[in-house]
């Protein structure tokens, strides 16, 4: 059981470049989000998921888009990079009705 | 709208002396309340959560928090601190009626615990 997984680690990206971020559950949650953090500023919801064939813009979705894949997978995606981009990005997913959300081990992203 | 304001950037603690930190919150209705810890170059790990009931619920590694709702507080504490401890601690709102379990966190406050 590996819980919540991202891929990639790390990456840097040119201003302009697009990449996806994927996001992997096992738990069989049905919610999935993504954030961003940024220092001083805790974390920011970029989009979520509510349940499997939904998506919804969070708090800061300007730039990204997202495709919830299946139950497990739920991936963000950066058209064309911008430095305001550079940031940490997190995974998480929760169970319905359950509350607690369950983190991944984080994508750090570089744009210059 | 949601918010939570932790107060405080950073904690200092020495070992073995009891720990508190901050947390206040606004939301319409009943809040449901959430600690989360990061360490280095980790994702955020859930703590423990208040959703009704008592308003002292223990979690994980010896922390607990007490709801306030007069003070619209939930302060996360800790009888003795460890330097094991030291790390980065998130509070979290959501409000019963928000949909797809939407969490408003805090800005984070550092726990730096000295021997």
């Known amino acids: 059981n590996a819980g919540v997984t991202q891929t990639p680690k790390f990456q840097v990206l040119k201003t302009g470049q697009s990449m996806t971020l994927q996001c992997a559950q096992d738990m069989n949650h049905n919610s999935m989000y993504w954030y961003r953090q940024d220092p001083g500023m805790g974390l920011r919801l970029i989009y979520y998921?509510?349940?499997?064939?939904?998506?919804d813009k969070g708090e800061v979705p300007n730039g990204y888009n997202v495709s919830r894949l299946n139950k497990r997978e739920f991936s963000l995606r950066l058209e064309s990079a911008a430095p305001s981009q550079t940031s940490v990005y997190f995974c998480?997913?929760?169970?319905?009705?359950?509350?607690?959300?369950?983190f991944g081990p984080g994508t750090r992203l570089t744009v210059t | 709208a949601q918010s939570v304001a932790q107060p405080e950037d950073q904690v200092n603690v020495a070992e073995g002396n009891p720990l508190t930190v901050k947390c206040t919150y606004s939301?319409?209705?009943?809040?449901?309340l959430f600690w989360y810890v990061q360490y280095p170059n980790r994702g955020l790990q859930f703590l423990l959560k208040?959703?009704?009931?008592?308003?002292l619920v223990k979690g994980s590694y010896g922390f607990e928090a007490e709801f306030n709702k007069s003070q619209t507080s939930f302060h996360l504490k800790k009888p003795s601190a460890l330097v094991s401890d030291s790390a980065l601690y998130f509070c979290a709102v959501r409000a019963p009626r928000n949909a797809g379990n939407m969490l408003t966190f805090g800005g984070g406050t550092r726990l730096m615990v000295k021997p």
């Open positions: 998921s509510a349940s499997e064939g939904t998506t």
């Open positions: 998480a997913s929760s169970v319905d009705f359950s509350y607690e959300q369950y």
């Open positions: 208040y959703i009704t009931g008592d308003n």
């Open positions: 939301v319409s209705g009943n809040p449901y």
